[in-house]
Protein backbone atom coordinates (compact mmCIF):
# COMPACT_ATOMS: atom_id res chain seq x y z
CA UNK A 1 0.00 0.00 0.00
CA UNK A 2 1.62 3.14 -0.81
CA UNK A 3 -1.56 5.07 0.83
CA UNK A 4 -0.53 7.61 3.50
CA UNK A 5 -2.08 7.29 7.30
CA UNK A 6 -3.97 10.75 6.50
CA UNK A 7 -4.92 9.77 2.80
CA UNK A 8 -6.79 6.67 4.81
CA UNK A 9 -7.91 9.02 7.10
CA UNK A 10 -9.81 11.19 5.03
CA UNK A 11 -10.96 7.87 2.88
CA UNK A 12 -12.49 6.51 5.78
CA UNK A 13 -13.49 9.43 7.92
CA UNK A 14 -16.57 10.51 6.11
CA UNK A 15 -18.06 6.36 5.85
CA UNK A 16 -20.40 5.45 8.89
CA UNK A 17 -19.96 2.59 10.62
CA UNK A 18 -23.10 -0.03 10.05
CA UNK A 19 -25.43 -0.72 12.36
CA UNK A 20 -26.21 -4.70 13.04
CA UNK A 21 -30.05 -5.06 12.18
CA UNK A 22 -30.92 -6.39 15.84
CA UNK A 23 -30.10 -2.94 17.00
CA UNK A 24 -32.14 -0.75 14.08
CA UNK A 25 -34.70 -3.12 14.54
CA UNK A 26 -34.97 -2.43 18.33
CA UNK A 27 -34.69 1.25 18.27
CA UNK A 28 -37.68 1.43 15.94
CA UNK A 29 -39.98 -0.52 17.86
CA UNK A 30 -38.79 1.88 21.26
CA UNK A 31 -39.31 4.71 19.44
CA UNK A 32 -43.05 3.53 18.59
CA UNK A 33 -43.96 3.18 22.21
CA UNK A 34 -45.00 6.20 24.06
CA UNK A 35 -42.68 4.74 27.07
CA UNK A 36 -39.60 5.11 24.97
CA UNK A 37 -36.81 7.55 27.36
CA UNK A 38 -33.17 8.05 26.70
CA UNK A 39 -31.91 5.34 29.12
CA UNK A 40 -33.86 2.37 27.39
CA UNK A 41 -32.41 3.83 24.26
CA UNK A 42 -29.21 3.50 25.60
CA UNK A 43 -29.31 0.60 27.09
CA UNK A 44 -29.94 -1.03 23.07
CA UNK A 45 -27.57 1.46 22.05
CA UNK A 46 -24.61 1.35 24.05
CA UNK A 47 -22.83 -2.15 22.83
CA UNK A 48 -23.68 -1.38 19.27
CA UNK A 49 -20.11 0.23 17.70
CA UNK A 50 -21.93 1.73 14.17
CA UNK A 51 -24.81 3.45 16.36
CA UNK A 52 -22.71 4.69 19.41
CA UNK A 53 -20.22 6.54 16.59
CA UNK A 54 -22.91 8.02 14.99
CA UNK A 55 -24.40 9.11 18.68
CA UNK A 56 -21.69 11.20 19.00
CA UNK A 57 -20.59 12.14 15.55
CA UNK A 58 -23.79 13.71 15.40
CA UNK A 59 -23.30 15.47 18.71
CA UNK A 60 -20.20 17.10 17.05
CA UNK A 61 -22.28 18.47 14.24
CA UNK A 62 -24.84 20.40 15.82
CA UNK A 63 -24.57 24.20 15.85
CA UNK A 64 -24.75 25.00 19.54
CA UNK A 65 -22.48 22.59 21.18
CA UNK A 66 -22.66 21.86 24.74
CA UNK A 67 -20.61 23.97 27.70
CA UNK A 68 -19.19 20.70 28.69
CA UNK A 69 -17.58 17.57 27.10
CA UNK A 70 -19.71 14.88 27.06
CA UNK A 71 -18.30 11.15 27.05
CA UNK A 72 -21.54 9.30 28.33
CA UNK A 73 -23.64 7.87 25.62
CA UNK A 74 -26.50 8.84 27.78
CA UNK A 75 -25.95 12.28 27.88
CA UNK A 76 -25.47 12.29 24.00
CA UNK A 77 -28.56 10.93 23.35
CA UNK A 78 -30.47 13.16 25.47
CA UNK A 79 -28.45 16.46 23.74
CA UNK A 80 -29.87 15.08 20.35
CA UNK A 81 -32.97 13.98 21.20
CA UNK A 82 -35.35 11.70 19.80
CA UNK A 83 -36.39 12.92 16.34
CA UNK A 84 -32.60 12.27 15.68
CA UNK A 85 -32.12 8.88 16.77
CA UNK A 86 -35.25 8.31 14.79
CA UNK A 87 -34.09 9.80 11.55
CA UNK A 88 -31.01 7.64 12.68
CA UNK A 89 -32.78 4.46 12.51
CA UNK A 90 -34.25 5.00 9.25
CA UNK A 91 -30.74 6.32 7.53
CA UNK A 92 -28.18 4.33 8.92
CA UNK A 93 -27.02 1.01 6.62
CA UNK A 94 -27.23 -2.12 8.78
CA UNK A 95 -24.64 -4.18 8.84
CA UNK A 96 -26.03 -7.89 7.17
CA UNK A 97 -26.98 -5.89 4.56
CA UNK A 98 -23.48 -4.06 3.44
CA UNK A 99 -21.38 -6.68 4.08
CA UNK A 100 -21.52 -10.80 3.55
CA UNK A 101 -19.16 -13.67 3.63
CA UNK A 102 -15.68 -12.92 5.36
CA UNK A 103 -15.78 -9.21 5.12
CA UNK A 104 -19.10 -9.32 7.92
CA UNK A 105 -17.73 -12.11 9.79
CA UNK A 106 -14.63 -10.03 10.49
CA UNK A 107 -16.72 -6.60 11.16
CA UNK A 108 -18.62 -8.93 13.80
CA UNK A 109 -15.71 -10.01 15.63
CA UNK A 110 -14.69 -6.87 15.63
CA UNK A 111 -17.90 -5.58 17.07
CA UNK A 112 -17.78 -8.41 19.53
CA UNK A 113 -14.34 -7.85 20.83
CA UNK A 114 -15.47 -3.85 21.23
CA UNK A 115 -18.76 -4.98 23.00
CA UNK A 116 -16.75 -7.02 25.10
CA UNK A 117 -14.24 -4.59 26.02
CA UNK A 118 -16.97 -1.83 26.41
CA UNK A 119 -18.47 -4.50 29.39
CA UNK A 120 -15.31 -5.26 30.98
CA UNK A 121 -14.00 -1.90 31.42
CA UNK A 122 -17.80 -1.27 33.22
CA UNK A 123 -17.35 -4.51 35.15
CA UNK A 124 -13.45 -3.01 36.50
CA UNK A 125 -14.79 0.92 36.92
CA UNK A 126 -17.26 -0.53 39.76
CA UNK A 127 -14.47 -2.63 41.54
CA UNK A 128 -12.16 0.69 41.23
CA UNK A 129 -14.88 3.16 41.94
CA UNK A 130 -14.38 5.21 39.43
CA UNK A 131 -17.33 8.16 39.13
CA UNK A 132 -16.98 8.10 35.47
CA UNK A 133 -18.14 4.43 34.26
CA UNK A 134 -20.09 5.14 31.42
CA UNK A 135 -17.07 6.88 29.99
CA UNK A 136 -14.92 3.74 30.17
CA UNK A 137 -17.88 1.87 28.57
CA UNK A 138 -17.86 4.17 25.60
CA UNK A 139 -14.00 4.52 25.50
CA UNK A 140 -13.51 0.68 25.13
CA UNK A 141 -16.13 0.40 22.59
CA UNK A 142 -14.86 2.34 20.05
CA UNK A 143 -10.77 2.14 20.99
CA UNK A 144 -9.78 0.07 18.14
CA UNK A 145 -12.35 2.08 15.49
CA UNK A 146 -10.01 2.42 13.34
CA UNK A 147 -10.14 -1.46 12.23
CA UNK A 148 -13.83 -0.96 12.30
CA UNK A 149 -13.36 1.22 10.25
CA UNK A 150 -10.91 -0.77 7.08
CA UNK A 151 -13.47 -3.89 7.62
CA UNK A 152 -16.57 -1.52 6.79
CA UNK A 153 -14.74 -0.01 3.92
CA UNK A 154 -11.74 -1.97 2.71
CA UNK A 155 -12.56 -5.50 3.68
CA UNK A 156 -9.71 -6.66 1.44
CA UNK A 157 -7.07 -4.57 3.24
CA UNK A 158 -8.23 -6.19 6.35
CA UNK A 159 -8.43 -9.75 5.31
CA UNK A 160 -4.46 -8.92 3.88
CA UNK A 161 -3.83 -8.08 7.47
CA UNK A 162 -5.69 -10.84 8.94
CA UNK A 163 -3.56 -14.04 6.89
CA UNK A 164 -0.56 -12.52 8.05
CA UNK A 165 -1.60 -12.82 11.33
CA UNK A 166 -2.95 -16.21 11.30
CA UNK A 167 0.38 -17.16 9.49
CA UNK A 168 2.07 -15.67 12.75
CA UNK A 169 3.03 -12.58 12.26
CA UNK A 170 2.16 -9.88 15.25
CA UNK A 171 -0.89 -7.68 14.96
CA UNK A 172 1.84 -4.73 14.82
CA UNK A 173 3.95 -6.44 11.63
CA UNK A 174 0.81 -7.11 9.63
CA UNK A 175 -0.34 -3.92 9.76
CA UNK A 176 2.95 -2.63 8.48
CA UNK A 177 3.52 -4.39 5.49
CA UNK A 178 0.60 -3.90 4.47
CA UNK A 179 -0.64 -0.52 5.61
CA UNK A 180 2.67 0.91 6.07
CA UNK A 181 1.23 2.65 9.73
CA UNK A 182 0.05 0.53 12.59
CA UNK A 183 -4.24 0.09 13.47
CA UNK A 184 -3.09 1.84 16.66
CA UNK A 185 -1.91 4.67 14.56
CA UNK A 186 -5.12 4.29 12.85
CA UNK A 187 -7.20 4.38 15.73
CA UNK A 188 -6.09 7.45 17.03
CA UNK A 189 -6.03 9.24 13.65
CA UNK A 190 -9.79 8.57 13.20
CA UNK A 191 -10.21 9.60 16.93
CA UNK A 192 -8.68 12.39 16.68
CA UNK A 193 -10.58 13.39 13.32
CA UNK A 194 -13.97 12.38 14.62
CA UNK A 195 -13.20 14.39 18.10
CA UNK A 196 -14.17 11.79 20.04
CA UNK A 197 -14.17 12.15 23.70
CA UNK A 198 -11.48 12.81 25.57
CA UNK A 199 -10.72 9.12 27.49
CA UNK A 200 -11.39 7.32 24.06
CA UNK A 201 -8.37 9.51 22.47
CA UNK A 202 -6.39 9.36 25.43
CA UNK A 203 -6.43 5.21 25.67
CA UNK A 204 -4.92 5.05 22.69
CA UNK A 205 -1.98 6.68 23.25
CA UNK A 206 0.69 4.09 25.66
CA UNK A 207 2.07 7.02 27.62
CA UNK A 208 -1.49 7.35 29.15
CA UNK A 209 -0.99 3.69 30.76
CA UNK A 210 0.65 5.20 33.74
CA UNK A 211 -3.03 6.58 34.03
CA UNK A 212 -5.76 4.27 36.11
CA UNK A 213 -8.70 4.98 33.94
CA UNK A 214 -6.84 5.20 30.35
CA UNK A 215 -4.77 1.83 31.87
CA UNK A 216 -8.86 0.25 32.81
CA UNK A 217 -9.53 0.56 28.85
CA UNK A 218 -6.28 -0.77 27.58
CA UNK A 219 -6.53 -3.69 29.90
CA UNK A 220 -10.22 -4.94 29.27
CA UNK A 221 -9.64 -4.41 25.55
CA UNK A 222 -6.47 -6.60 25.50
CA UNK A 223 -8.09 -9.50 27.16
CA UNK A 224 -11.00 -8.70 24.69
CA UNK A 225 -9.16 -9.38 22.35
CA UNK A 226 -7.00 -12.38 23.25
CA UNK A 227 -9.71 -14.34 24.92
CA UNK A 228 -11.41 -14.71 21.37
CA UNK A 229 -9.21 -18.16 20.83
CA UNK A 230 -8.34 -18.99 24.42
CA UNK A 231 -8.64 -18.54 27.99
CA UNK A 232 -5.52 -20.42 28.49
CA UNK A 233 -2.93 -19.04 26.68
CA UNK A 234 0.32 -16.75 27.55
CA UNK A 235 -1.46 -13.79 26.69
CA UNK A 236 -4.83 -14.18 29.07
CA UNK A 237 -2.33 -14.97 31.50
CA UNK A 238 0.21 -12.10 31.47
CA UNK A 239 -2.98 -9.88 31.19
CA UNK A 240 -4.18 -11.66 34.91
CA UNK A 241 -0.95 -10.59 36.23
CA UNK A 242 -1.52 -7.39 35.22
CA UNK A 243 -5.10 -7.30 36.61
CA UNK A 244 -4.25 -8.91 39.91
CA UNK A 245 -1.65 -6.34 40.38
CA UNK A 246 -3.80 -3.47 39.26
CA UNK A 247 -6.89 -4.71 42.00
CA UNK A 248 -4.66 -5.74 44.14
CA UNK A 249 -5.69 -9.18 44.51
CA UNK A 250 -4.43 -12.81 43.87
CA UNK A 251 -4.04 -14.26 40.35
CA UNK A 252 -7.20 -16.44 41.34
CA UNK A 253 -8.94 -14.05 42.60
CA UNK A 254 -8.24 -11.95 38.90
CA UNK A 255 -8.96 -15.02 37.21
CA UNK A 256 -12.58 -15.99 38.90
CA UNK A 257 -13.98 -12.25 38.04
CA UNK A 258 -12.65 -12.07 34.32
CA UNK A 259 -14.61 -15.20 33.94
CA UNK A 260 -17.51 -13.62 35.53
CA UNK A 261 -17.72 -10.63 33.40
CA UNK A 262 -17.34 -12.50 30.14
CA UNK A 263 -20.05 -14.54 31.72
CA UNK A 264 -21.85 -11.28 32.11
CA UNK A 265 -21.12 -10.41 28.69
CA UNK A 266 -22.55 -13.34 27.74
CA UNK A 267 -26.19 -12.38 28.87
CA UNK A 268 -26.04 -8.74 28.15
CA UNK A 269 -25.11 -9.35 24.38
CA UNK A 270 -27.26 -12.46 24.18
CA UNK A 271 -29.96 -11.89 20.75
CA UNK A 272 -26.77 -10.36 19.01
CA UNK A 273 -25.12 -11.96 16.06
CA UNK A 274 -22.07 -11.79 18.17
CA UNK A 275 -19.34 -14.21 18.80
CA UNK A 276 -19.40 -14.89 22.37
CA UNK A 277 -16.54 -15.89 23.81
CA UNK A 278 -17.70 -17.04 27.17
CA UNK A 279 -18.80 -20.52 25.78
CA UNK A 280 -14.55 -21.44 25.67
CA UNK A 281 -14.60 -20.96 29.19
CA UNK A 282 -16.93 -24.52 29.54
CA UNK A 283 -13.38 -26.41 28.37
CA UNK A 284 -11.05 -24.27 30.35
CA UNK A 285 -13.83 -24.50 33.95
CA UNK A 286 -11.33 -25.60 36.71
CA UNK A 287 -7.75 -24.28 35.37
CA UNK A 288 -5.48 -23.55 37.27
CA UNK A 289 -3.86 -20.23 37.20
CA UNK A 290 -0.36 -21.16 35.73
CA UNK A 291 1.55 -20.16 32.54
CA UNK A 292 0.53 -22.28 29.75
CA UNK A 293 3.45 -25.00 27.94
CA UNK A 294 4.69 -22.53 25.01
CA UNK A 295 4.60 -25.38 22.62
CA UNK A 296 0.85 -25.41 22.68
CA UNK A 297 0.11 -22.25 21.30
CA UNK A 298 -1.39 -22.52 17.81
CA UNK A 299 0.56 -20.70 15.27
CA UNK A 300 -3.03 -20.02 14.07
CA UNK A 301 -3.88 -17.37 17.10
CA UNK A 302 -2.52 -14.01 16.28
CA UNK A 303 -0.19 -12.55 18.13
CA UNK A 304 -1.47 -8.98 19.74
CA UNK A 305 0.22 -5.86 21.63
CA UNK A 306 -0.09 -6.36 25.11
CA UNK A 307 -0.83 -3.48 27.14
CA UNK A 308 2.11 -1.76 28.93
CA UNK A 309 2.52 -2.51 32.51
CA UNK A 310 2.38 0.30 34.32
CA UNK A 311 5.21 0.96 37.38
CA UNK A 312 2.07 0.86 39.74
CA UNK A 313 -1.27 2.21 39.22
CA UNK A 314 -2.03 5.76 40.89
CA UNK A 315 -4.26 4.26 43.67
CA UNK A 316 -1.25 2.37 45.18
CA UNK A 317 2.68 3.45 45.96
CA UNK A 318 5.19 2.17 44.37
CA UNK A 319 7.95 -0.16 46.07
CA UNK A 320 11.50 1.14 45.69
CA UNK A 321 13.49 -1.04 43.02
CA UNK A 322 16.44 -2.47 43.92
CA UNK A 323 18.91 -3.68 41.79
CA UNK A 324 19.78 -6.48 43.74
CA UNK A 325 17.95 -9.49 41.92
CA UNK A 326 16.93 -11.14 44.66
CA UNK A 327 14.38 -8.45 45.13
CA UNK A 328 12.32 -8.75 41.69
CA UNK A 329 10.94 -12.56 42.12
CA UNK A 330 8.10 -11.89 39.62
CA UNK A 331 9.44 -10.75 35.96
CA UNK A 332 7.24 -7.92 34.30
CA UNK A 333 4.92 -9.63 31.72
CA UNK A 334 6.70 -9.55 27.79
CA UNK A 335 5.82 -7.37 25.65
CA UNK A 336 5.86 -4.04 27.29
CA UNK A 337 6.74 -1.45 25.68
CA UNK A 338 6.06 1.48 27.94
CA UNK A 339 8.16 -0.68 30.66
CA UNK A 340 10.61 -1.94 28.88
CA UNK A 341 11.74 2.02 27.82
CA UNK A 342 11.41 2.77 31.37
CA UNK A 343 13.51 0.37 32.60
CA UNK A 344 16.11 0.84 30.23
CA UNK A 345 16.19 4.46 30.79
CA UNK A 346 16.44 4.21 34.85
CA UNK A 347 19.03 1.06 34.43
CA UNK A 348 21.30 3.50 31.68
CA UNK A 349 21.05 6.39 34.38
CA UNK A 350 22.72 4.26 37.06
CA UNK A 351 24.83 1.60 35.17
CA UNK A 352 26.59 4.15 32.24
CA UNK A 353 26.41 7.41 34.30
CA UNK A 354 26.78 6.77 37.71
CA UNK A 355 23.39 8.15 39.14
CA UNK A 356 22.92 6.65 42.41
CA UNK A 357 19.35 7.08 42.80
CA UNK A 358 16.71 7.89 39.81
CA UNK A 359 12.71 8.68 40.29
CA UNK A 360 9.92 8.95 37.82
CA UNK A 361 7.02 10.62 38.43
CA UNK A 362 3.79 10.75 36.87
CA UNK A 363 1.12 13.64 37.25
CA UNK A 364 -1.74 12.89 38.67
CA UNK A 365 -5.32 12.15 36.99
CA UNK A 366 -6.43 15.63 37.82
CA UNK A 367 -3.11 17.05 36.61
CA UNK A 368 -2.89 19.06 40.68
CA UNK A 369 0.23 17.01 41.80
CA UNK A 370 3.21 14.86 40.62
CA UNK A 371 3.06 11.60 42.19
CA UNK A 372 6.08 9.40 42.39
CA UNK A 373 5.58 6.01 40.05
CA UNK A 374 8.89 4.19 39.88
CA UNK A 375 12.03 4.63 42.23
CA UNK A 376 15.20 3.09 42.10
CA UNK A 377 18.62 3.56 44.08
CA UNK A 378 20.24 3.22 46.96
CA UNK A 379 17.89 1.36 50.02
CA UNK A 380 18.97 4.73 52.48
CA UNK A 381 17.55 6.82 49.64
CA UNK A 382 14.24 5.01 50.40
CA UNK A 383 12.79 8.34 51.44
CA UNK A 384 11.79 9.01 48.02
CA UNK A 385 9.31 6.30 48.09
CA UNK A 386 5.92 8.09 48.74
CA UNK A 387 7.29 11.03 47.21
CA UNK A 388 4.14 13.47 45.87
CA UNK A 389 4.55 17.29 45.38
CA UNK A 390 1.70 19.59 44.65
CA UNK A 391 1.72 22.28 41.71
CA UNK A 392 -1.34 24.31 42.90
CA UNK A 393 1.58 26.53 44.47
CA UNK A 394 4.34 28.22 42.99
CA UNK A 395 7.44 25.95 42.75
CA UNK A 396 10.25 24.96 41.30
CA UNK A 397 8.02 21.91 40.19
CA UNK A 398 5.54 23.82 38.96
CA UNK A 399 7.40 25.76 36.86
CA UNK A 400 8.95 22.58 35.26
CA UNK A 401 5.64 21.41 34.22
CA UNK A 402 4.86 24.39 32.04
CA UNK A 403 7.49 23.20 29.09
CA UNK A 404 10.02 20.82 28.45
CA UNK A 405 13.28 21.89 30.78
CA UNK A 406 16.39 20.17 32.76
CA UNK A 407 17.63 21.48 35.55
CA UNK A 408 21.17 20.59 37.95
CA UNK A 409 20.86 21.89 41.14
CA UNK A 410 24.18 22.37 42.25
CA UNK A 411 26.32 24.89 44.74
CA UNK A 412 26.45 27.63 42.09
CA UNK A 413 23.00 27.84 41.81
CA UNK A 414 21.33 26.27 45.06
CA UNK A 415 20.63 29.19 47.09
CA UNK A 416 18.19 30.29 43.80
CA UNK A 417 16.48 26.92 43.80
CA UNK A 418 16.11 25.63 47.01
CA UNK A 419 13.89 29.18 47.75
CA UNK A 420 11.58 27.41 45.05
CA UNK A 421 11.45 24.00 47.27
CA UNK A 422 8.72 23.38 49.79
CA UNK A 423 10.71 22.60 53.46
CA UNK A 424 9.16 19.37 53.12
CA UNK A 425 10.31 18.54 49.70
CA UNK A 426 13.88 19.31 50.05
CA UNK A 427 13.43 16.92 52.64
CA UNK A 428 13.42 14.34 50.25
CA UNK A 429 15.78 15.23 47.95
CA UNK A 430 19.30 15.58 48.11
CA UNK A 431 20.22 18.96 49.07
CA UNK A 432 24.08 18.68 47.92
CA UNK A 433 22.73 18.34 44.34
CA UNK A 434 20.46 16.53 41.68
CA UNK A 435 19.46 16.46 38.58
CA UNK A 436 15.27 17.04 37.17
CA UNK A 437 13.98 17.21 33.67
CA UNK A 438 10.59 17.49 32.44
CA UNK A 439 8.90 14.90 30.54
CA UNK A 440 6.41 16.21 27.80
CA UNK A 441 4.65 13.96 25.22
CA UNK A 442 2.97 16.03 22.42
CA UNK A 443 3.34 18.71 24.15
CA UNK A 444 1.40 17.60 26.95
CA UNK A 445 2.95 16.96 30.50
CA UNK A 446 3.31 13.42 31.33
CA UNK A 447 5.63 13.85 34.72
CA UNK A 448 9.70 14.06 35.58
CA UNK A 449 12.69 12.62 36.28
CA UNK A 450 14.52 12.80 39.03
CA UNK A 451 18.22 11.69 40.10
CA UNK A 452 21.21 12.38 42.07
CA UNK A 453 24.09 10.77 43.59
CA UNK A 454 23.42 9.29 46.39
CA UNK A 455 24.24 12.37 48.45
CA UNK A 456 28.22 11.27 48.83
CA UNK A 457 30.73 13.72 48.82
CA UNK A 458 30.92 12.98 45.13
CA UNK A 459 29.56 15.59 43.53
CA UNK A 460 27.71 15.84 40.46
CA UNK A 461 29.06 16.48 36.61
CA UNK A 462 28.45 18.11 33.80
CA UNK A 463 28.99 14.84 31.75
CA UNK A 464 26.47 12.70 34.05
CA UNK A 465 23.72 16.28 33.58
CA UNK A 466 23.98 16.16 29.58
CA UNK A 467 23.61 12.20 29.69
CA UNK A 468 20.78 12.98 31.80
CA UNK A 469 19.27 15.42 29.33
CA UNK A 470 20.21 12.85 26.17
CA UNK A 471 18.43 10.02 28.23
CA UNK A 472 14.75 12.10 28.93
CA UNK A 473 14.74 13.08 25.46
CA UNK A 474 15.18 9.58 23.80
CA UNK A 475 12.30 8.58 26.19
CA UNK A 476 9.98 10.93 25.20
CA UNK A 477 11.06 10.36 21.58
CA UNK A 478 10.37 6.61 22.27
CA UNK A 479 7.10 7.04 23.65
CA UNK A 480 5.80 9.73 21.08
Keep these: MTESINTWVARLSPEPLPVMRRTLTR ?34 SLPNQPKEPVSKLGNALSLLG ?3 IKQASLDLPALEDRLKGPPRRGLLDGYSRAAHAAIYASELSLRLKFREAESLTFAALLHD ?22 QGDSREDAALQVLGFTLEALNQKLSSRWQ ?13 S ?15 RDSVHSWTSQKIFDHLELLAEFLEISQEQA ?53 PLPAKAE ?16 PAPKHNPLHESLTRTI ?37 LKGFQVSLQRPSLFSLLMKKPQAIWLNPGNQEKYQQLLPEKILQQLCGKGFLVMSIFIKNKPVGLFYADNGCSNKPLTGDQYHNFKALCQRFMQELA
Design 347 to 383: DTMQENHGLVNVMFTMLSTDKTKLIARFVAGNQAQSK
Design 145 to 166: VGEMALWNAAPEVMRQIQQLMQ
Design 255 to 307: QAQLHQAAALAARKLHGLPLPLPAFRLVNSTGNKVSPPMQQTEAKSEPATTQP
Design 196 to 208: LPELTQESQELYN
Design 82 to 84: MDQ
Design 27 to 60: VKDLLDKSSASHTSLRDVIEFDPGFSLYVFRKLK
Design 315 to 330: KTAQPVHQKSPATDKK
Design 210 to 224: FQPQPLTVMLACAVA
